[in-house]
Every structure is written in C-alpha cells, then in structure tokens.
C-alpha cells in the first residue's frame, strides 16, 4: 500500500473493514497516524510503545451486556450456565460441576450460544481479540524486520550526531524531541537544510549547550537519544531528526555536569565547535559517554533508562 505522505510502500494496519492507518515513522517527521482510505469509522486506534506490544481501543455501539446466567452449550461438556465473567476468563456451570475457560476466543471453537443477541455480543468480543492478536502479531513481524536489517547494517565509525544549539533550541528540542541539522552555510547547496547522510537507525544525537559568556571548553552534554527505529539519513530532506519512542535522556541540573570537550583531551585544534549545527562522533565516544552517564546519573530510575539506552546502542552498533 501506497503512503499519501511519500507515496512509497509503507506498513499499514486495518481498522474494521474501510480505514487504514499508516504506523511508519517517515524519515525526519513524527508518527504519520493519518487515515489512508475510507469513510469515517466509530472505532479508534491507538499504539502503545513499550515491549513491542501493540493495542487496539475499540469504541463499539454494542453496550455493556450481563452474561451472568446466560445458556451455552460446549461441545464435550454440553449445556451450562454462565456464572462469572471476568477480563480473560469466563466460568460455566455445567451439570457436573464449573469449568474456567478463556474469554472471548474459547467461544470461536468450543461453544454454541442458542440466544442471538448474546451470540451477537459475544462476536464482538471475539473480533475484538482476533484485532488485537493480528495487530501484536503484525508488531512483532515489524521488529523482526527492524532486527533483520540491523544486523545487515554496515556500520560507519563515525555515524553520530552531536548538536551545538547553534540552530535549535535545547527547551524545543526536549518538548519535541526532535532537532533540526541546519542548512549548507556554502556551495551550490546554500541555505537548504543539511542532510545527515552518515546518520542510519543505529545513530545517536547527543545534545550540547554552552551558556552565554562561557569558553568552548566548559561546554556541557544536556541530553541523548537514538534515531527513530527506521530512520534513514539519505531520505532526511528537511533535517529534521525524531528521536527513537523509547530511548531518550535528559541530563538534568541535579546530575553531574559532563563536559563533552574532556573526551578530546588528546586532541588538539578541536576545542572550536565553528558555524555548523552538529558535527559527528565515533562509536567509542558515544559508548564512552553513555558509561560515564550510567555511572554519574542522580538517581536509580534515570542509570536504569540510560542502561537501556546503552544496550540499544551496543546491539544497533554491533559492538
């Protein structure tokens, strides 16, 4: 299926039988979550990162409907009564004795419901499991696919970002997650936005600032974040860069200052950040950051989500 947004084949999910949504992050935008076809439907979707795990918010016209005392007949145990509903799980009392069965999908194989509105209800449910199933399903087919084509990526030493808010503004950048590259200062190219070309899925955006009045070198890391999962640098026309949904760090007033010029100390004549936007950095220096970051972070929660990070970042640099 074609995306309006780039006209290029993209992964999409159906709702009921007319509208799709396109789930892709496109190159340098946030989530395209626009409809691709059909009318106006009364059922909405919704994606929840984290874990892989992706949900469905059915907004259904069928009410509530008490099943409690409701008639079924199994097909080894045969007609029972319905004697608790609950999430996941249904009990029926049958002639010899209640039996707990799963809710709704036992339904599909193993139960003949002779009342037609109860059987219509319980349909329902019953499409709404088979969605969401097909959907988790479908999310973990996408990370398979991501996984594959990391594991293919020929890694470029140095293929990270570092940004000078020269261009931005770290306050946006935080809000938005999201960072501009700049435009071309020179050459045929001049004022158009910078394509980060050396940037893939597997890079790394470490935010810096220096205060006003401050030298160079007392310039100091405020944040990172990964690439969204499918970012691609070539395809990057507006410079514009999204940060990946989950691993993204700011590096707060409470925690330890990092001074990003100290992991040149060997290095001379680099101590001058100049006109560009970002410039780019090594594998190792990312990795180098990241470790003192888990090892200087104020409190437990933040040395947890920056580990994560850092493993993230270990696995996408096959390092």
């Known amino acids: 299926m074609l995306c309006a947004c780039y006209g290029k084949p993209f992964f999409f999910y159906t709702i009921g039988s007319s509208v799709s949504y396109c789930i892709k992050t496109h190159p340098g935008d946030a989530h395209c979550a626009h409809k691709t076809d059909g009318r106006q439907s009364d059922r909405a979707s919704a994606r929840e990162s984290g874990k892989g795990r992706l949900f469905v918010i059915i907004k259904s016209k069928e009410k509530n409907m008490n099943l409690i005392g409701k008639k079924v007949t199994h097909k080894k145990f045969g007609l029972g009564t319905i004697r608790e509903v609950q999430t996941n799980k249904v009990r029926v009392d049958f002639k010899y004795g209640i039996k707990t069965f799963a809710y709704p999908e036992s339904f599909e194989k193993f139960f003949e419901v002779p009342d037609q509105n109860t059987k219509a209800y319980i349909q329902v449910r019953i499409d709404e499991f088979n969605r969401l199933k097909a959907l988790e399903q479908e999310e973990k087919n996408r990370e398979e ?126 101590n001058n950040w100049g006109n560009c936007e970002i410039k780019y950095i090594s594998n190792k220096t990312i990795k180098k950051i990241l470790e003192d970051m888990m090892r200087l972070a104020f409190d437990a929660e933040k040395k947890k989500e920056i580990c994560e990070l850092y493993n993230y970042f270990l696995e996408m640099n096959h390092m």
């Open 145 to 270: 696919l991501r996984r594959d084509y990391a594991r293919k990526l020929k890694i470029k030493e140095n293929s990270h970002a570092v940004f000078g808010m020269r261009v931005n503004n770290l306050n946006d950048v935080l809000e938005n997650w999201s960072a501009s590259t700049g435009s071309y200062l020179s050459g045929v190219n001049k004022g158009k936005p910078r394509i980060p070309k050396v940037l893939n899925m597997n890079s790394a955006c470490l935010l810096t600032v220096k205060a006003e009045g401050q030298k160079e070198a007392d310039r100091t890391i405020a944040g990172i974040f990964m690439v969204s999962e499918d970012f691609i640098g070539l395809e990057c026309q507006n410079g514009i860069i999204c940060a990946h949904e989950k691993h993204r760090i700011i590096w707060e007033a409470e925690d330890e200052d990092i001074r990003f010029w100290d992991y040149f100390s060997g290095e001379t004549g680099l």
